[in-house]
């Protein structure tokens, strides 16, 4: 069974950071890809950044403020997250799956709130 947990959101000022976790069980990082997906409330959920056999993606609005990064060791990624501001809030869920174009497992998601 797989299972996806997030962890580490919570609340930050804008301009500052945060990171946040997931921890995987059934899937394994070397071989499954890790990506991240926000939904802010009232908007669709849209992606953010993935990795997968060490070349990563960003979407345009984060690129640059984010990081994403696994620890193969003990199988959790992050992401990274710096100069934040108020449109970064949103539910934040990790996803695994055997590429970053197709995602089979899903986390509970993570709330990450920037205050202005």
């Known amino acids: 069974q797989v299972r996806l947990v997030e962890s580490g959101g919570g609340l930050v000022q804008a301009g500052g950071s945060l990171r946040v976790s997931c921890a995987a069980s059934?899937?394994?990082?070397?071989?499954?890809?890790l990506g991240w997906f926000r939904q802010a409330p009232g908007k669709e959920r849209e992606f953010v950044s993935a990795?997968?056999?060490?070349?990563?993606e960003y979407a345009d609005s984060v690129k640059g403020r984010f990081t994403i990064s696994r620890d193969l060791a003990k199988n959790v990624g992050h992401l990274q997250m710096n100069s934040l501001t108020p449109e970064d809030t949103a539910v934040y869920y990790c996803?695994?799956?055997?590429?970053?174009?197709?995602?089979?497992?899903w986390g509970q998601g993570t709330q990450v709130t920037v205050s202005s």
């Open positions: 996803a695994s799956g055997r590429s970053t174009r197709e995602y089979s497992y």
């Open positions: 059934g899937v394994t990082f070397d071989m499954y890809s």
């Open positions: 990795i997968s056999s060490g070349s990563t």
